[in-house]
Structure formats: structure tokens, C-alpha cells
């Protein structure tokens, strides 16, 4: 049984940092590429970050390259997304999803199955 549970959110101050994590079980993780996606208030859920199951060529979204890193232990069977300097903007419920696929090619519109969501709340 896929699952994908993650962790990590919380509130923070404009600014700040969190590191969000998605344990993984269920299935072998480096067969998969492992993206973060974001669901604002009253928005539509929007892809994030991806990184393949080699863990080579991570993909950013330009609203948060240079300030988010996505990793991955596959021996962990874990994956996190390092949010650095964050917004208000950045507030949103955050998703790991499992692509199907190796690599991050229209991870968008190839999710295999989603984790619960974590919430990032980024205000003064």
C-alpha cells in the first residue's frame, strides 16, 4: 500500500525557514520521481519542486528558485523540500506526490498518489 506522510509545516515568521518532510512506504522510492505541490485559499493546487528518482535534476518553480531545495534519501525512503526565505505568499497546504515516472518530465500531470498535506503558514 502506497503511502506518503509528511511533516514539518508550521507557522513562520516572514523570513524564515522550515524543512518540510515526506516519508515514504509502500513502494520502491528511487523508481519514482517525488514532487512538492501547494494549495493556497481559494487557489489551485500548483506544482512546487520535483527531483527524479536518481535524485539528479531537481525542477523549481520560478516562484520559489533560489530559495527552496528538494532532496532525497532513498535509503530513508524520505524526501524534503528546504524552504528558505519565505513569504507570506509562500503560505499554503504543502503535498508530496509520487510521479509516474522516473524523472520530473510533466510531473504536473502524472501523479501516481498524494501524502495528506502539511500546512506552511508564513506571517508576522
Known amino acids: 500500500q502506497v503511502q506518503l506522510v509528511e511533516s514539518g509545516g508550521g507557522l513562520v515568521r516572514p523570513g524564515g525557514s522550515l524543512r518540510l518532510s515526506c516519508a515514504a512506504s509502500?513502494?520502491?522510492?528511487?523508481?519514482?520521481?517525488i514532487a512538492w505541490f501547494r494549495q493556497a485559499p481559494g487557489k489551485e493546487r500548483e506544482g512546487v519542486s520535483c527531483?527524479?528518482?536518481?535524485?539528479?535534476?531537481?525542477y523549481y518553480a520560478d516562484s520559489v528558485k533560489g530559495r527552496f531545495t528538494i532532496s532525497r534519501d532513498n535509503a530513508k525512503k524520505t524526501v524534503y523540500l528546504q524552504m528558505n526565505s519565505l513569504k507570506p505568499e509562500d503560505t499554503a497546504v504543502y503535498y508530496c506526490?509520487?510521479?509516474?515516472?522516473?524523472?520530473?518530465?510533466?510531473?504536473?500531470?502524472?501523479?501516481?498518489?498524494w501524502g495528506q498535506g502539511t500546512q506552511v503558514t508564513v506571517s508576522s
Open positions: 527531483i527524479a528518482g536518481s535524485g539528479s535534476s531537481p
Open positions: 506526490a509520487t510521479v509516474n515516472s522516473a524523472t520530473c518530465s510533466d510531473y504536473e500531470f502524472i501523479v501516481r498518489s
Open positions: 509502500g513502494f520502491t522510492l528511487n523508481y519514482y520521481a
